[in-house]
């Protein structure tokens, strides 16, 4: 069975500081995907990571993947407000389907 | 504009009621999926579909069924036999196997009343 564990679960910054959220998963994969959700909202897809090795940014937020160690990061980069959100990482299987960490949730404070 | 709508946004169930919760997609995407959200807990899967006519269950199947006669639709009744329905359902599709992820609906909150 995939499990995929995220760490911190609870996460409170400054602004301008730099942060890594990390996702650990079970078995082996090569897909990860990270998702950012708002109080109260939908699931807004961030970044598709389709290979070992794979970076990539968008932002401040920055996320790569290492199939081997079965680890993907989020990196944070000189944080702001905006940022504060939950964010997951999710696991494609073999059976095609994701299974999903339990989400950071991150607030940045002035 | 293409993608997923999930409708109501809140609903509200009395004990012993059985409730479905709508989900339509306009992306042509094969696969729907049922998610289950709760504080502190991640999404955790009811059932999903990979074609029309077909669907499998998730992790936390009991009581809860659904049904997928069209491609575009994928509705989700939660019976009365679920103990504890108050949560965030989200529904989700993707196209080719999730190999760009999913797209999901901007979610249903159901409440016991």
């Known amino acids: 069975e995939l499990k995929v564990e995220q760490n911190p679960l609870f996460l409170s910054m400054q602004e301008g500081k730099n942060y890594t959220i990390y996702c650990n998963y079970s078995t082996t994969s090569d897909r990860l995907y990270w998702y950012r959700q708002d109080p109260g909202k939908s699931l807004e897809s961030l970044f598709v990571?389709?290979?070992?090795?794979a970076v990539k940014q968008e932002g401040r937020l920055m996320a790569s993947l290492d199939t081997k160690a079965r680890l993907s990061t989020l990196h944070i980069t000189a944080a702001v407000h905006d940022l504060s959100a939950t964010y997951f990482c999710?696991?494609?299987?073999?059976?095609?389907?994701?299974?999903f960490g339990k989400g950071t949730l991150l607030t940045v404070n002035p | 504009d293409g993608g997923i709508t999930q409708s109501p946004k809140y609903l509200f169930r009395k004990e012993g009621q059985n409730v479905t919760l709508s989900c339509e997609q306009n992306l042509n995407h094969d696969a729907m999926y049922w998610y289950r959200q709760d504080p502190g807990q991640g999404l955790r899967l009811i059932y999903y579909?990979?074609?029309?006519?077909?669907?499998q269950k998730g992790d936390i199947a009991e009581g809860y069924s659904v049904s997928r006669e069209k491609k575009e639709s994928f509705p989700l009744t939660v019976t009365s036999a679920q103990k504890n329905p108050t949560a965030f359902y989200l529904c989700?599709?993707?196209?080719?196997?999730?190999?760009?992820?999913?797209?999901f609906g901007s979610g249903t909150r159901l409440t016991v009343v």
């Open positions: 579909s990979q074609i029309v006519n077909d669907f």
């Open positions: 990571l389709l290979s070992n090795g």
């Open positions: 999710a696991v494609r299987g073999s059976n095609y389907k994701l299974t």
């Open positions: 989700a599709s993707s196209i080719d196997r999730g190999h760009y992820g999913y797209t």
